[in-house]
């Protein structure tokens, strides 16, 4: 397994297990009334609100063709060189982990960005962007692409509670004696990960 898959199946666990507390509280007798609540809470609507999730909007062309919707995080660490990553998911379907290297794990400032391909390396001037299709192998082993790409991420807003913007990357798989492109472009409001700081 990739690296960067490590994020978004760990924020993807958070998530679900939020939803199955939500779900599970009240006594026995609330009935279809708390199976509703459970269900709306699960549905992330107002990226705005750090506790529901954010929200995610995601088109793949090529090798994988849809249209996604699901949850938008980001998680910050200051060991080493510091990281600051986006997950977006819907825990079922597809992941997309776009991650840069920051001096102490900080926000990074609003701006455009270039992508270079994950096996590349972290840089802090670009992002690494890698896009899994959990409908292929599951969340334990999906199929990855992102040995190398190009495009770009803009950071619209960003703050330590939200950020929020676009991307549009083409990512290059090399199988073998070809390559497999695939075209992923999307929209976030991300928000931050309840315990996203590693010190």
Do not use: W
């Not at 609330?30 to 699960?42: C, H, I, Q, V, Y």
């Not at 549905?43 to 750090?50: G, H, R």
């Not at 509670?161 to 290059?172: I, N, P, R, W």
């Amino acid at each position: 397994m990739k690296p960067t898959i490590l994020f978004t199946a760990a924020a993807a666990l958070v998530l679900s297990a939020g939803c199955s507390d939500d779900s599970s509280e009240g006594d026995e007798g609330a009935g279809e009334e708390s199976a509703d609540e459970g269900a709306a809470d699960r549905e992330p609507e107002s990226a705005s609100d750090p506790g529901d999730g954010g929200h995610a909007s995601v088109v793949a062309s090529g090798a994988v063709d849809g249209e996604f919707e699901g949850y938008a995080t980001f998680t910050q660490a200051s060991l080493d060189n510091g990281s600051f990553s986006l997950g977006l998911t819907d825990n079922s379907a597809f992941g997309v982990d776009l991650s840069l290297m920051v001096d102490d794990g900080r926000v990074p400032e609003p701006g455009t960005y270039d992508v270079i391909g994950e096996f590349s390396g972290f840089s802090d001037e670009k992002f690494s962007v890698t896009f899994s299709d959990f409908e292929e192998g599951g969340m334990i082993d999906p199929d990855e692409y992102g040995s190398s790409g190009e495009g770009s991420v803009e950071l619209v807003e960003t703050s330590q509670d939200a950020v929020s913007g676009h991307f549009e990357v083409e990512l290059v798989e090399h199988r073998g004696d070809s390559e497999v492109v695939l075209e992923v472009k999307g929209e976030f409001d991300a928000a931050k990960v309840a315990g996203g700081d590693s010190l």
